[in-house]
């Protein structure tokens, strides 16, 4: 069973991601030779799913990545272990965004939390009590006077 994220649990459920090309297919869908793609693969930069038997089993997303593969070596010049940096830091960056909008939602939560915990303080104060009013002791005049006859 493959391991990488995404991936369907059904095995009749058609996505992205689901293995269903085999290399001719998959060659002729990305306009490449198979031999490139078996260089691709080796390389580590489209590593597709394999059947019991080994053989490669690309799905649509492993060809959108050959295509791009391509387009970086031809159009742009870019070297295959330069394209393999590419790759790894686009996986990098999306799971660091990923990561991001866990731990944005965690703030939320724990905001949303805070909010309802100091709701239910301020629900619990006193009714009698008047808060205390500081008086500055330059403004204030006290006259003493005593009683007489004491």
Do not use: C, F
């Not at 590593?47 to 997303?61: E, H, V």
């Not at 939320?108 to 104060?125: C, K």
Request: glycine share 6%; proline share 5%; aromatic share 4%.
């Amino acid at each position: 069973m493959d391991s990488r994220p995404g991936r369907s649990r059904n095995p009749y459920e058609l996505t992205d991601e689901s293995p269903v090309y085999v290399i001719s297919v998959a060659a002729q869908l990305s306009g490449l030779h198979p031999q490139t793609l078996r260089q691709y693969d080796r390389l580590g930069l489209v590593s597709p799913d394999r059947t019991a038997g080994r053989g490669r089993r690309y799905s649509a997303r492993d060809i959108e990545l050959l295509r791009t593969v391509q387009a970086l070596s031809q159009d742009e010049g870019i070297n295959l272990a330069g394209i393999k940096r590419i790759i790894e830091l686009e996986h990098q960056v999306a799971a660091l965004q990923q990561r991001v909008a866990e731990l944005s939602a965690a703030v939320d939560g724990a905001a949303m939390a805070m909010q309802q915990r100091e709701a239910q303080v301020h629900a619990s104060y006193r009714r009698d009590l008047v808060p205390y009013q500081d008086v500055q002791q330059a403004s204030a005049l006290v006259v003493w006077r005593p009683k007489r006859g004491e």
